[in-house]
């Protein structure tokens, strides 16, 4: 089954393919499916070749920085330094080891990501519509396809309705290719091929039914796997420019290097063995070898922590991006509401019903004027009921005592309606045969089906946007089931009623049709209906939505609500959930008539739009984007593709969303929440705070290391601390210390800063300051530790030590100073701190009291025992050093407040 050449599915008739298939109308049994889909294995391409460890240990090394400290290392041993030698390569070794781990863990969070990202299919099994992921699915399962959707497996199509795949990723070919159900010839083409729907293209428009015929790696795209992918490499423009600047550092490094060397022993008569142990000491001191590391280290816990927020980044650059959001475009229904749907209103000719119940249980209290009723006294409601279910894609199930949907919730809501108000809805859809439809679509925005029954009776029925609705109807139904010329004044005025509420209204309009009409068109609903009547359905905020708009406002984010309800319904919501400026709203509409110009003056004020289209979207971005804003904009839609896609950070909904919308996007919301949005964006902030932290930690102590051997070869002054001993702080603090921030959590008051500018730097003039502020501190403490250990007459090796420990101790207290960026460290919890920081800390004061206690440390790395009260002295340096940073800071801080007026947290 499995194996029959594809050849033989596009030229065979759609009974034949049942039939070989052994599969019906019905679809499979749960039983059968299981059975095949041990046969068969899971639908799903085998997984991509993966690197030998060795390949990916060795790769590590590929790095200018690494290869410079090769090079030191190789000339130490020409000159008989072995234990130099053997240092250099450790800091090496090290840190290829901590990049090997790292990036395993970041190929692991990648691979739970990909699953997290796996299609969905709804199916047909034993008649009943279910929604199962894609990889379940076996030869023989009948698909439903929509717009927006990826195609899960290849199908041979069964039912087509306007129909039309994209399938550019297979042939090139960037047109949709509009499909059928006829059988074509053995050699056609694989672009040539209507009958056929393949894995991996999408769907832009129309309704489709299929059945598998092939999974897995047997499907086109299967035999040409690893064209797709669905997430990115570990690389953004940062890595890059960072890249870019260490090549740039380290040639800057190697000119000062032979500067000194040169100087050292031609001008300063300086031994030559000597001076170059000093000049590889001096490299070593000043390449940031770990900051690649460190940085890949920070991007890939971002990535993991934002997956446990249900936020899965699908491009990295999003990651920096969602840290300078400064407005959020976002939809309504399921994002900022609950999404479980409920009719409320119910508006006839001449009453209007109130509604309730508890989710999509199909019973509730039916009251006239506050009095309950029952249904069966308003013939009318009968046939608004008959109308909501005939009229409906969705099913209704009753699974372990809740009642649960299959399909939009807005027409499970639909349903619901439908056994309210008294009918049996089983019944009443297995009474009806849909002959053809014409499915909702944004540009006319209603959907209609043509309906007959075993009493050869046929009639249209029809749901939509009221206004659209109105405008195609020219009678209306009485109480007692009359016709009569429709009442438009009453039905627009109980539209806005209900509208005003916060609910949705849904218009329901009938036409009789000949029992020999089977096809249905356009010209058949554009006129002549009957309206029976309205709906309103309510779909709550989530509380919680609430008060992640509020943390939004404090962060200086604008929220604005981009929905196609009505626009009343859009202002109710948006008061309850206490945006901004409700006061205007602007429609599709007043957008279609305003130019470029006027609707970029008009769309920074304004936070609600309403009965909007998917193109609106677009207009919207490139009008906020012309004011040097930073747009994130959610969408779910076929359609919504070139507004994500044009967008600062597209983010699509992963449970409601179309694969077309998360293939454009950069993020996927696996909950399609709000809260999430929100707390991607936080996470962004902490993600770009932390890499700040890294690097203004990383390039102060790397120069203030190398400043102190530049120094003393300039001035013919002995070295204070040894090549060797540089090189083991560059082993034991640069890369835990280093690696200890790119855990550090969100710092407090993050929502309650300003966006940053979208091209602000990472290297920025306050940056350089610090670097050279930190640094001249850092060279000040060990010149001075060093003068008052040499006053005392203390051998230069324990000078040389006391030196090395002063130096460490500073940078660990520069560690503490660089944990909050933006106020005050002096807090008892950055104190605290984090795990990580203390077990680096822990292992960094262990590693020290090793080489200067420990008798074979100290013949390695010519150190001494350190007596107590200069242990003593060594610490009281560092929160000196803390202090006068931590002043400074201050300093800065106030004067920033008293120029912005924003103040310090």
Same mark, same amino acid.
């Given at each position: ?697 990383? *390039?102060?102590? =790397?120069?203030?290391? #190398?400043? !102190?051997?530049?120094? &003393? $070869?300039? /001035?013919?002054? %002995? ?7 540089? *090189?083991?702080? =560059?082993?034991?603090? #640069?890369? !835990?210390?280093?690696? &200890? $921030?790119? /855990?550090?959590? %969100? ?16 290297? !920025?003039?306050?940056? &350089? ?137």
């Amino acid at each position: 089954m499995q194996n029959r050449t594809e050849k033989t599915w596009h030229e065979m008739t759609s009974e034949d393919v049942l039939h070989a298939l052994h599969a019906s109308q019905d679809g499979l049994s749960a039983e059968e499916a299981a059975t095949r889909l041990q046969t068969c294995g899971p639908n799903r391409l085998p997984d991509p070749p993966k690197e030998h460890r060795l390949i990916r240990f060795l790769r590590q090394f590929h790095n200018i920085l690494i290869y410079v400290l090769l090079g030191c290392a190789a000339m130490t041993a020409l000159l008989g330094h072995g234990s130099d030698t053997l240092v250099i390569l450790a800091v090496v070794i090290v840190n290829a080891i901590i990049g090997f781990i790292q990036e395993g863990k970041a190929e692991a969070a990648m691979d739970a990501i990909r699953h997290m990202l796996a299609l969905k299919a709804s199916v047909i099994r034993a008649g009943t519509r279910h929604q199962i992921a894609g990889e379940l699915l076996v030869p023989g399962d009948l698909v439903l396809l929509e717009a927006g959707d990826k195609v899960p497996a290849d199908l041979r199509l069964l039912q087509v309705n306007g129909l039309q795949v994209q399938e550019s990723i297979l042939t090139g070919e960037s047109v949709p290719v509009r499909k059928s159900v006829q059988p074509v010839a053995v050699h056609t083409t694989l672009g040539d091929r209507a009958c056929m729907a393949y894995s991996g293209t999408l769907v832009t428009r129309g309704q489709g039914l299929g059945v598998v015929v092939t999974t897995g790696a047997g499907t086109e795209i299967g035999r040409i796997s690893g064209m797709l992918s669905t997430v990115e490499t570990l690389t953004t423009p940062l890595l890059r420019q960072m890249d870019i600047f260490a090549r740039w550092l380290t040639a800057l490094i190697l000119l000062i290097a032979v500067v000194l060397l040169v100087f050292g022993y031609f001008v300063a008569h300086f031994d030559f063995t000597e001076m170059f142990m000093a000049v590889v000491g001096l490299s070593v001191a000043a390449i940031p070898e770990g900051l690649p590391a460190v940085l890949t280290i920070t991007l890939a816990v971002g990535v993991q922590a934002m997956a446990r927020r249900n936020a899965i980044v699908r491009r990295l650059p999003a990651i920096e991006t969602l840290g300078a959001v400064s407005v959020i475009c976002t939809d309504k229904t399921g994002t900022l509401t609950c999404n479980e749907m409920m009719v409320a209103s119910v508006v006839t000719a001449s009453h209007a019903f109130s509604l309730d119940g508890a989710g999509y249980e199909p019973k509730g209290e039916i009251r006239l004027n506050d009095v309950a009723v029952s249904a069966s006294e308003h013939a009318i409601l009968a046939e608004i009921g008959r109308v909501a279910a005939l009229c409906n894609d969705a099913s209704l199930h009753h699974h372990e005592g809740v009642w649960e949907i299959v399909g939009d919730p807005m027409e499970g809501a639909l349903l619901t309606l439908t056994g309210k108000l008294g009918l049996a809805i089983e019944e009443e859809l297995a009474g009806w045969v849909r002959t053809d439809v014409i499915p909702f679509d944004a540009k006319h925005r209603f959907m209609a089906t043509l309906n007959h029954d075993h009493e050869n009776h046929a009639f249209i029925a029809v749901k939509g946007a009221p206004e659209q609705i109105f405008s195609m109807c020219v009678f209306q139904r009485t109480v007692a089931g009359d016709i009569e010329p429709i009442n438009l004044g009453y039905w627009y005025e109980k539209a806005e009623e209900i509208a005003a509420l916060g609910q949705r209204v849904l218009a329901f309009a009938v036409k009789p049709m000949p029992p020999e009409h089977t096809v249905l068109e356009l010209t058949d609903v554009a006129q002549d209906l009957t309206l029976i009547g309205m709906a309103g359905l309510i779909d709550p905020p989530r509380p919680e939505a609430i008060d992640a708009i509020r943390e939004c406002h404090a962060a200086g984010i604008r929220v604005k609500m981009i929905t196609g309800d009505h626009q009343g319904t859009a202002v109710a919501i948006a008061k309850q959930l206490a945006l901004q400026n409700t006061e205007r709203v602007l429609t599709g509409a007043d957008l279609d008539e305003m130019d470029d110009p006027t609707l970029a003056a008009t769309v920074v004020e304004t936070d609600v739009f309403a009965r909007t289209s998917p193109e609106h979207k677009l207009r919207l971005v490139m009008a906020l984007q012309s004011h040097g804003m930073t747009i994130a904009m959610t969408g779910d839609g076929v359609n919504d593709a070139p507004a994500l896609k044009r967008a600062d950070a597209g983010i699509a909904m992963g449970l409601k969303g179309s694969e077309a919308a998360k293939e454009a996007a950069d993020l996927v919301l696996a909950d399609d929440n709000f809260v999430s949005i929100v707390a991607a964006v936080r996470e962004g902030r902490t993600v770009y705070d932390n890499i700040k932290k890294v690097i203004s930690w990383t *390039l102060p102590t =790397n120069a203030g290391e #190398a400043l !102190t051997i530049v120094v &003393a $070869l300039l /001035f013919g002054m %002995t070295l204070p601390i040894t090549p060797i001993q540089i *090189l083991w702080i =560059n082993l034991i603090t #640069a890369i !835990t210390l280093g690696i &200890a $921030l790119a /855990f550090e959590p %969100t710092e407090h008051k993050s929502m309650q800063r300003l966006p940053r500018r979208r091209d602000e730097p990472l290297l !920025t003039g306050e940056l &350089a300051w610090r670097i050279i502020f930190v640094s001249v501190l850092l060279l000040g403490g060990v010149f001075g530790i060093y003068a008052y250990a040499i006053d005392q007459s203390y051998s230069i090796e324990l000078a040389r030590t006391i030196a090395v420990n002063t130096l460490v101790v500073m940078e660990i207290f520069h560690l503490f100073f660089i944990r909050n960026i933006y106020g005050t460290s002096l807090k008892w919890e950055l104190i605290v701190g984090t795990q990580v920081v203390w077990l680096t800390v822990i292992c960094v004061t262990a590693a020290q009291f090793a080489i200067t206690y420990l008798p074979p440390l100290q013949a390695l790395f010519a150190t001494v025992a350190v007596p107590f009260w200069d242990g003593v002295m060594i610490v009281v340096v560092g929160i000196v050093f803390f202090a006068i940073i931590e002043i400074e800071k201050r300093l800065r801080l106030l004067l920033r407040e008293m120029h912005t007026g924003h103040q310090v947290p």
